[in-house]
């Protein structure tokens, strides 16, 4: 079905049986917020709240709950869209077999945006940002935050809309010290579009015109994160996904999206910050109070009707779990498109998705005759390391096309052929002070930390163990070893307090362990604060691990050496503890989980949701 704006999908949800409406009073402070997580986290309907407390706009989540809804809603477009991209990324098809795809020559000429003529659009109305749901998603955060923002901005050199950028920048509403109703903060880096915009705009002594989209047509959100082929623009793109053009105006100069149902418009001076945050992340932390650029609003609009979609940001998995999932399905091949050679990249999506990739790649630079050993591999992982938000990972761990069953995406499988492969005094590689996410605070400051790669090919080298090797069980100062899955043990410490005596301790344990021979079958020892937490599941495993570890400064080893630079050992141990200077976890008010039970008894609006998958 062919959406014109955000109500129309709704209904058409509803209709199918993809969405519930929520008749009572709900309180944007923390409790929206709470009955999403526990919808979404059941597998549960899109949300329609239809009463939200201070507010008379209605608001909508988990729209892209689950990747079934998701394909559901782009049931018209999603072929054609797919066909698009595939041959943005390899043209040649269309001189191969033109007459295959006339259809998406006409599906592209389709996606145009389209400008209309005249001042504001009719049904818009003017409102103050006060008049939206400020939605606070947890007890810390800073104040309200748009969490599904399709944030818009022109090039200064090369104004128009074919030469803009659409990005999903979360936008700070209300708190810190910000002035209500006159400014909004606007959080992204520099080398995003809009940042290369303001840049651009600093440096001509102007200010930067950006607009804020908010609702639409589901295509236009998820337009905003889409990692697009070089020369696709997302608007080209919302109307391509919809099957309708974008359709735009221009008010007091700012672009309007005339099938949004809020916008946003206001300015960027040069130079002007205010802090933002701190935000309940996507890595499963806080991200904390931070200097970024601040918005001076100029003008607020809601069409008729208007309904706000949000969605809510926390450890993994959430929404954007989907997001992530319904892109690569859209993308398909396209990064090996882009990296020659590489023939899977999957960012783990239960590690934050950033600090942690898995890679399979072609090894051809040595021949048969010699020793097998990572080599085209490690060029393959340079420019995995260098490309596009790939470049956020701290952990890579690649291999070869060997064995043509192997799959990133299953986790134990993909770690077991790594480490029965993996030689420990020559396939681990460090990248040191250097950049990770803005938004991990493991490093030694913002954006400042260290990457390793663990790259392994050939034959087994050795059996993993699959139960804890008794050493492990008679360390002095260590306890409650666990297995985590072959060849991982976790291993429980005490505290961590500082570098200087962390180190002194694992040094210990290291020797202690080297004292009785290494352990061949254990490769990988995590040492953390709770070994029961970290080994129950592999998502614990994936998020305590890598999300709290720096590997320049928490990757240990049991005989290290260094050879000609080189840094080796025998047993690989990874400090995972939780550092004093890394953000607080998030974890959920037990006062609001309590209070939104009304909504899932029977009678009430969620009674009929089952809260178990």
């Known amino acids: 079905m062919i959406y014109r704006n955000l109500e129309e999908c709704i209904i058409d949800l509803e209709k199918n049986g993809h969405l519930v409406r929520i008749h009572e009073e709900v309180d944007p402070h923390l409790e929206m917020a709470a009955i999403h997580m526990k919808v979404f986290e059941a597998g549960g309907p899109a949300l329609l709240f239809e009463n939200v407390k201070g507010s008379k706009f209605r608001a909508v989540s988990n729209l892209f709950g689950t990747v079934e809804r998701s394909k559901f809603i782009f049931r018209q477009t999603w072929e054609a869209v797919q066909n698009v991209i595939a041959l943005r990324s390899d043209p040649i098809q269309a001189f191969k077999n033109p007459f295959k795809h006339i259809g998406t020559g006409l599906a592209a000429r ?17 409102i103050n940002i006060s008049d939206l749901p400020l939605i606070k998603h947890w007890q810390e955060d800073g104040g309200a935050f748009v969490t599904l923002p399709q944030v818009y901005s022109e090039d200064p050199d090369k104004p128009g809309i074919m030469n803009s950028n659409l990005g999903m920048y979360r936008i700070q509403l209300s708190g810190n010290d910000y002035e209500l109703n006159k400014e909004i903060g606007v959080h992204y880096q520099i080398h995003r579009g809009i940042g ?25 959100t998820l337009s905003a994160v889409m990692p697009l082929p070089e020369g696709m623009s997302e608007l080209t793109f919302a109307g391509l996904l919809s099957g309708r053009r974008f359709r735009y105006s221009y008010i007091d ?18 130079g002007e910050t205010k802090p933002e945050g701190p935000f309940g992340d996507h890595l499963g932390y806080y991200s904390l109070t931070h200097e970024f650029p601040v918005m001076r609003v100029h003008k607020v609009y809601a069409r008729a009707g208007a309904i706000f979609p949000f969605t809510v940001v926390g450890r993994p998995p959430q929404e954007d779990t989907a997001f992530g999932e319904l892109i690569h399905e859209l993308t398909g091949d396209a990064i090996q498109q882009e990296i020659p050679g590489v023939k899977e990249v999957h960012a783990v999506d239960a590690a934050g998705v950033h600090p942690l990739l898995f890679a399979i790649g072609s090894e051809r630079y040595t021949p048969y005759q010699q020793v097998k050993q990572p080599a085209e591999l490690l060029t393959i992982a340079n420019r995995i390391l260098g490309t596009g938000q790939l470049s956020l990972a701290k952990f890579l761990f690649i291999t070869a096309e060997e064995n043509r069953a192997l799959d990133t995406h299953h986790i134990e499988g993909f770690l077991t ?12 590689h460090f990248y040191t002070n250097t950049t990770i996410d803005t938004l991990d605070y493991s490093g030694t400051g ?8 663990f790259a392994a090919v050939g034959e087994k080298k050795r059996e993993l163990c699959k139960e804890v090797p008794p050493i492990l069980n008679e360390l002095q100062g260590f306890g409650n070893a666990r297995l985590v899955m072959p060849g991982i043990v976790a291993l429980q410490g005490s505290a ?10 694992i040094q210990g344990l290291c020797d202690a362990i080297a004292a009785t021979g290494p352990i061949p079958s254990c490769p990988m020892i995590i040492l953390c604060d709770d070994s029961r937490f970290l080994s129950e599941s592999n998502n614990n495993f994936l998020w305590a691990t890598f999300t709290r ?22 047993n690989v141990i990874i400090d995972a503890r939780v550092k004093p200077h890394q953000a607080p976890p998030l974890i959920p008010d037990p006062v609001v989980e309590n209070n939104i039970e009304r909504l899932f008894i029977k009678g009430a609006s969620l009674g009929s949701v089952r809260l178990s998958k």
């Open 496 to 505: 961590f307090n500082n570098y200087t005596e962390a180190h002194r301790e």
């Open 417 to 428: 052929y790594i480490l029965e492969r993996i030689n420990l005094h020559r396939d681990l």
């Open 110 to 126: 389709k996606a145009l945006p389209l400008k209309k003529s005249g001042s504001q659009p009719v049904a818009f109305q003017e």
């Open 253 to 270: 100069g700012f672009c309007i999206s005339n099938d949004a149902d809020f916008v946003i418009t206001g300015e960027i001076h040069p």
């Open 549 to 570: 570890s720096n590997p320049s400064h928490d990757i240990h080893g049991v005989n290290s050496y260094y050879e000609n630079k080189h840094w080796a050992c025998d």
């Open 446 to 453: 913002l954006n400042t930390g260290s990457k390793v790669i």
């Open 196 to 220: 290369i915009h303001q840049d651009k705009a600093n440096k001509l002594g102007s200010p930067l015109k950006v607009s804020c989209f908010i609702g639409g047509p589901p295509a236009h």
